[in-house]
């Protein structure tokens, strides 16, 4: 009989244990969905790869020009880490040289012009440790009106052989800029 009941609560406590063990399993994920999601889009103009990884945040009902994003402020440009480009090679921003390598990308909106910010330091969380001295680059782009984008998105687009327009889109406004690849090296 005691050999029975032995048996009985082992049998028992394998059934506890296999019963808890996915709570015990699952419960050691510490991610959690993102409100922002991630994203990456990605373009080879020429022989150079471009890659923007970024987090995208939604409009949500909210004031975003002058509101969630206050002008004359450095901005991520996305939301959560800073918004990320990669170059595989040199390229050309607006005409300017940009040596290759990755960039956090940051932004400072005002109402009629934009100021777009290289930043050598590619691995930031928002904006909070910006620094300018690190800025490989910064350019000045006029915004224009777009369609409605709950959703901030990059798209990359009119690419030839050797260009494209990079278009940061949001709310209802579009923030374009070129780059431009060197094809004969």
């Known amino acids: 009989m005691s050999k029975f009941l032995f048996s009985f609560k082992f049998v028992q406590g394998l059934?506890?244990?296999?019963?808890?063990?996915?709570?015990?399993?699952?419960?050691?994920?510490?991610?959690?969905?993102?409100?922002?999601?991630?994203?990456?889009?990605?373009?080879?103009?020429?022989?150079?790869?471009v890659t923007i990884e970024y987090s995208r945040p939604g409009v949500k009902k909210r004031k975003i020009w002058g509101g969630l994003v206050p002008?004359?402020?450095?901005?991520?440009?996305?939301?959560?880490?800073?918004?990320?480009?990669?170059?595989?090679?040199?390229?050309?921003?607006?005409?300017?040289?940009?040596?290759?390598g990755s960039y956090s990308f940051f932004a400072v909106p005002t109402?009629?012009?934009?100021?777009?910010?290289?930043?050598?330091?590619?691995?930031?969380?928002?904006a909070f440790e910006y620094n300018e001295a690190e800025d490989a680059l910064r350019i000045e782009v006029t915004p224009e009106e777009g369609y409605q984008q709950e959703w901030l998105?990059?798209?990359?687009?009119?690419?030839?052989?050797?260009?494209a327009i990079i278009n940061l889109e949001w709310e209802k406004l579009r923030v374009p800029f070129t780059v431009e690849v060197d094809i004969q090296k």
């Open 111 to 126: 109402k009629d012009t934009w100021f777009l910010i290289f930043n050598k330091d590619s691995n930031q969380w928002g």
């Open 71 to 100: 002008y004359h402020v450095v901005w991520r440009a996305g939301a959560n880490e800073a918004t990320k480009i990669i170059f595989s090679m040199d390229v050309k921003i607006n005409g300017k040289k940009l040596e290759a």
């Open 15 to 49: 059934i506890i244990i296999f019963m808890l063990s996915p709570v015990v399993i699952f419960s050691q994920n510490d991610e959690k969905v993102r409100i922002s999601p991630k994203a990456i889009v990605q373009q080879t103009v020429g022989f150079t790869d």
């Open 153 to 163: 998105a990059y798209t990359i687009t009119k690419t030839s052989y050797n260009s």
